[in-house]
């Protein structure tokens, strides 16, 4: 055996070893020059874009080929950028993952849902990691704005960006983290009035992150401790609405079986000076209604089981049967059963004046009134049913008043859309005397709906 070339070898490894770990690492960009470039254009990352494309043209990315079309079009399906600010953006819009290369800064604004079992999915973060890494250029920053669970940015994008690249973090390329913020259908926050935390994988880049973002943010921004802190703040504001929703969804079915309304409750006790006001409802979109899930998977790994979190996430899954048995209580009130009744849903997006769907807990209400045995129809001018999520029963129309009469209505939120085509007397024209009509926000109530309803709000 060559003991001499095996040492030779060995040392030769270690000189290389040692060259890597000497290497000078690449400058960071010029913050206020840098080309930016945003994969995933939905309200999150299309104000984004727009932003940063007002001194220098930047990159938007996203694989979805109707979407591109609708923007180079001008048109913007989430409704967060303004129609003329749109048309006088600069911006390249592309499905082409190699004009990532040309791109200082690449920010991530996909995705992160959860499975049917409630199981963290990465695979949208996980895939734009790998794009990145196969295409990014030496020196570039990537910032990550998808909402995940503590260390999901280091322990799990972060390798497989060096796989597929070659590149080592620190040296050829640096790490960011900085959750989105953005309330969608929020005319009064947009992205700019948002105060926005930034992290980075050194505060070397932190600074170049706050100096970034200074571009597009003008509420301030917010340096974290690390880019763990950053993503552990983003899942603690969500979390922390979902437990307290929670809390008034529990109070509201306690309350209920009292003959005590909740919305009074809360209104008296708001009158203290330090009490929180939240109010029952369908919790549901992508993120109050996932986020938390993800803080339970991380509970799990580390042998917590998270029972506050999980608990409070229990009570919002059965907020709508809840919905549905109040409807069935004022159909027995009527001595009257809720098969083969025809019901009118009113809303189906997941709030107020927003087009987006998804995980909508109306969906769940609705297929548990059809299992119930009553007709569902749901008319919703505002809903954008690319995000369609069933409703096995459910029918969606764009009418109400072309129909016969029906036997109960359900409002499940208020858009202005909804407060200007309904007023006491289309509401009665709609429904045959003493039907139920079940006001989740309470937008219609007064003596007069009262007289020609079966009225409960919460």
């Given at each position: 055996?060559?003991?001499?070339?095996?040492?030779?070898?060995?040392?030769?490894?270690?000189?290389?070893?040692?060259?890597?770990?000497?290497?000078?690492?690449?400058?960071?960009?010029?913050?206020?020059?840098?080309?930016?470039?945003?994969?995933?254009?939905?309200?999150?990352?299309?104000?984004?874009?727009?932003?940063?494309?007002?001194?220098?043209?930047?990159?938007?990315?996203?694989?979805?080929?109707?979407?591109?079309?609708?923007?180079?079009?001008?048109?913007?399906?989430?409704?967060?950028?303004?129609?003329?600010?749109?048309?006088?953006?600069?911006?390249?819009?592309?499905?082409?993952?190699?004009?990532?290369?040309?791109?200082?800064?690449?920010?991530?604004?996909?995705?992160?849902?959860?499975?049917?079992?409630?199981?963290?999915d990465y695979s949208p973060l996980?895939?734009?990691?790998?794009?990145?890494?196969?295409?990014?250029?030496?020196?570039?920053?990537?910032?990550?704005?998808?909402?995940?669970?503590?260390?999901?940015?280091?322990?799990?994008?972060?390798?497989?960006?060096?796989?597929?690249?070659?590149?080592?973090?620190?040296?050829?390329?640096?790490?960011?983290?900085?959750?989105?913020?953005?309330?969608?259908?929020?005319?009064?926050?947009?992205?700019?009035?948002?105060?926005?935390?930034?992290?980075?994988?050194?505060?070397?880049?932190?600074?170049?992150?706050?100096?970034?973002?200074?571009?597009?943010?003008?509420?301030?921004?917010?340096?974290?401790?690390?880019?763990?802190?950053?993503?552990?703040?983003?899942?603690?504001?969500?979390?922390?609405?979902?437990?307290?929703?929670?809390?008034?969804?529990?109070?509201?079915?306690?309350?209920d079986k009292m003959g005590i309304?909740?919305?009074?409750?809360?209104?008296?006790?708001?009158?203290?000076?330090?009490?929180?006001?939240?109010?029952?409802?369908?919790?549901?979109?992508?993120?109050?209604?996932?986020?938390?899930?993800?803080?339970?998977?991380?509970?799990?790994?580390?042998?917590?089981?998270?029972?506050?979190?999980?608990?409070?996430?229990?009570?919002?899954?059965?907020?709508?049967?809840?919905?549905?048995?109040?409807?069935?209580?004022?159909?027995?009130?009527?001595?009257?059963?809720?098969?083969?009744?025809?019901?009118?849903?009113?809303?189906?997006?997941?709030?107020?004046?927003?087009?987006?769907?998804?995980?909508?807990?109306?969906?769940?209400?609705?297929?548990?009134?059809?299992?119930?045995?009553?007709?569902?129809?749901?008319?919703?001018?505002?809903?954008?049913?690319?995000?369609?999520?069933?409703?096995?029963?459910?029918?969606?129309?764009?009418?109400?008043?072309?129909?016969?009469?029906?036997?109960?209505?359900?409002?499940?939120?208020?858009?202005?859309?909804?407060?200007?085509?309904?007023?006491?007397?289309?509401?009665?024209?709609?429904?045959?005397?003493?039907?139920?009509?079940?006001?989740?926000?309470?937008?219609?109530?007064?003596?007069?709906?009262?007289?020609?309803?079966?009225?409960?709000?919460?």
């Amino acid at each position: 055996m060559d003991f001499g070339g095996i040492l030779a070898e060995g040392k030769a490894r270690a000189q290389t070893h040692l060259r890597v770990i000497d290497k000078e690492p690449y400058a960071l960009p010029d913050a206020m020059t840098a080309k930016v470039a945003v994969i995933g254009l939905g309200y999150v990352g299309l104000p984004l874009v727009i932003g940063f494309s007002e001194n220098r043209k930047a990159i938007g990315f996203d694989i979805s080929q109707n979407k591109l079309a609708e923007l180079r079009a001008n048109i913007d399906s989430t409704g967060e950028v303004n129609p003329s600010d749109l048309v006088e953006s600069d911006v390249h819009y592309t499905s082409n993952p190699e004009d990532l290369a040309d791109a200082d800064v690449i920010i991530v604004c996909v995705p992160t849902p959860v499975s049917s079992h409630n199981k963290p999915d990465y695979s949208p973060l996980l895939a734009a990691s790998r794009t990145i890494g196969e295409n990014m250029k030496q020196g570039a920053v990537v910032v990550f704005e998808s909402t995940v669970d503590p260390g999901t940015t280091e322990n799990k994008c972060q390798p497989v960006i060096e796989q597929a690249s070659g590149f080592k973090e620190g040296i050829d390329f640096y790490l960011g983290y900085s959750p989105e913020r953005i309330n969608p259908a929020d005319p009064t926050r947009k992205l700019p009035d948002i105060k926005k935390i930034v992290a980075g994988s050194t505060p070397l880049v932190t600074q170049f992150l706050e100096k970034l973002y200074a571009r597009v943010i003008n509420a301030g921004l917010y340096p974290a401790a690390n880019i763990k802190v950053a993503e552990a703040a983003k899942i603690l504001e969500n979390t922390q609405r979902d437990v307290n929703i929670a809390l008034m969804n529990q109070m509201m079915t306690l309350f209920d079986k009292m003959g005590i309304r909740s919305t009074d409750v809360i209104a008296a006790a708001s009158s203290k000076w330090n009490f929180h006001h939240y109010r029952p409802g369908l919790v549901g979109g992508h993120c109050i209604a996932v986020d938390p899930y993800f803080l339970i998977d991380a509970g799990r790994r580390h042998g917590l089981p998270m029972e506050l979190v999980a608990a409070a996430r229990a009570v919002n899954e059965q907020t709508p049967y809840f919905m549905v048995e109040k409807l069935e209580e004022l159909f027995e009130a009527n001595n009257q059963s809720i098969r083969g009744k025809r019901v009118l849903v009113l809303g189906r997006s997941f709030k107020e004046d927003c087009a987006d769907t998804r995980n909508s807990k109306a969906f769940k209400m609705m297929d548990a009134i059809w299992a119930a045995g009553a007709d569902v129809d749901c008319f919703d001018p505002v809903a954008d049913d690319d995000h369609f999520e069933g409703g096995r029963g459910a029918k969606i129309i764009d009418d109400p008043f072309t129909q016969e009469k029906y036997d109960a209505i359900i409002v499940t939120l208020v858009h202005k859309v909804f407060l200007e085509q309904f007023d006491i007397d289309t509401l009665k024209s709609l429904a045959k005397k003493h039907s139920p009509l079940v006001d989740l926000r309470g937008a219609f109530e007064g003596d007069e709906i009262k007289d020609h309803f079966n009225y409960w709000r919460p």
